[in-house]
């Protein structure tokens, strides 16, 4: 199991649990001299310098929208706010979110996570679902209720197993793909993946994803680590695994390419030394999954 800490995850805020019980306590938090912003345009992030731009609450633009509350550090609030609505929309500093990731420390990148997946999910939830009738947010956002019929409607976290697969026990070869769509043909190949079904089990997951993308049959599977993926709001869930057959078979609507690549090659591809092969780069979990295996920081 590995103890790195992924982009996107290790956030810094406690969430404040108890405190969200009450509503006037949550609004007391924003109206607090100290409270921190985190302005939002169209899910892209403020910046200034290449670093996160917290304002207070004087600093922010005239907006419609509520902020959200993230949580506390060091007893100070921190929120996140969208201003799409605001004449902030034409202000240059809204960064990407991906982009900006790339440059910042870990612990910024999992608040940034926590904020853009929240303020994307009540963008998509204003109505119920069951009903159809305005909903509002609750518990500084940690729930939307139905002003109608009352429902509580909780935000999603979407499950994807993304697995690396090698050929037996203690093998030598591992197991990449490539997507169709604009990777097609190149030779950029990643661990596979997909989402977790309902009434699956993780283990369940890795063998009928690797099964439906690459015709392989899947034994062992074991834990590796997870990453918070905000685009929208999934969880990467990684996992090493052994294959029991060999032929690879792909599904060819959905992937270009399976191949098995030599621990070598691997290796010098997550250093960026291979002319021939491309993988993910540090930012994202199937990284982590290749080199750690390639490097023999895993047993498998």
Same mark, same amino acid.
């Given at each position: ?55 207070? !609450? ?80 609750? !518990? ?32 030598? !070869? ?127």
């Amino acid at each position: 199991m590995s103890t790195h800490t992924h982009t996107f995850a290790g956030n810094p805020l406690d969430r404040g649990e108890a405190l969200r019980r009450d509503e006037a306590s949550i609004d007391a938090l924003g109206q607090r001299a100290d409270a921190r912003f985190l302005p939002f345009n169209r899910l892209k992030v403020l910046t200034n310098g290449g670093n996160l731009d917290w304002v207070t !609450r004087a600093e922010l633009p005239q907006t419609d929208n509520e902020p959200i509350f993230l949580g506390l550090m060091n007893h100070q609030p921190h929120f996140a706010l969208d201003v799409s609505d605001s004449l902030w929309q034409e202000r240059e500093e809204f960064q990407d979110c991906r982009a900006v990731a790339a440059s910042l420390p870990t612990e910024d990148t999992g608040i940034i996570a926590q904020a853009r997946a929240q303020l994307d999910w009540h963008r998509r939830n204003r109505f119920c679902s069951q009903c159809g009738e305005p909903s509002k947010a609750e !518990r500084g956002g940690q729930v939307r209720r139905c002003s109608a019929c009352q429902s509580h409607i909780f935000p999603r976290t979407d499950p994807v197993v993304i697995m690396l697969i090698v050929d037996k026990p203690g093998g030598n !070869r591992c197991l990449l793909g490539q997507g169709q769509g604009r990777m097609a043909q190149s030779k950029f190949y990643s661990a596979l993946a997909g989402f977790v079904d309902q009434g699956e089990s993780l283990e369940e997951a890795v063998r009928r994803e690797v099964w439906e993308e690459a015709g392989l049959r899947v034994g062992h599977v074991q834990y590796h680590s997870s990453q918070p993926w905000p685009f929208p709001s999934s969880l990467m869930i990684g996992c090493h695994g052994i294959a029991d057959t060999h032929a690879i078979n792909i599904d060819e609507t959905e992937m270009a390419d399976v191949s098995w690549f030599e621990r070598e090659e691997a290796l010098s591809a997550v250093h960026g030394n291979n002319a021939d092969l491309t993988v993910p780069g540090a930012m994202a979990i199937a990284h982590h999954l290749i080199r750690s295996w390639a490097i023999g920081d895993v047993t498998i």
